[in-house]
């Protein structure tokens, strides 16, 4: 479930700065609980964010080759 907070129109760039950050902060030392739960919630969201841009980017990767064998025939 991606966290509501996270905004899906996000460039994958973005997201991807944006989870690491999240990665970095939760790698840190002293993160009280509830803050680590909340920033793990935050990072599935950019995640989610990032596996449906690159999803979207190799569909249309494979409609355009598909495209380009078509005219090669």
């Known amino acids: 479930m991606?966290?509501?907070n996270v905004n899906a129109e996000l460039g994958f760039e973005?997201?991807?700065e944006?989870?690491?950050a999240?990665?970095?902060?939760?790698?840190?030392?002293?993160v009280p609980l509830d803050e680590?739960?909340?920033?793990y919630e935050e990072g599935v969201g950019y995640y989610?964010?990032?596996?449906?841009?690159l999803e979207d980017a190799s569909?249309?990767?494979k409609v355009i080759e598909e495209g380009a064998a078509s005219d090669e025939e």
């Open 22 to 30: 999240v990665s970095e902060r939760l790698s840190g030392e002293g």
């Open 36 to 39: 680590a739960i909340s920033l």
């Open 48 to 53: 989610e964010v990032c596996r449906k841009k």
């Open 2 to 4: 991606a966290n509501d």
């Open 18 to 20: 944006r989870l690491e």
């Open 59 to 61: 569909r249309r990767i």
């Open 14 to 16: 973005e997201a991807m």
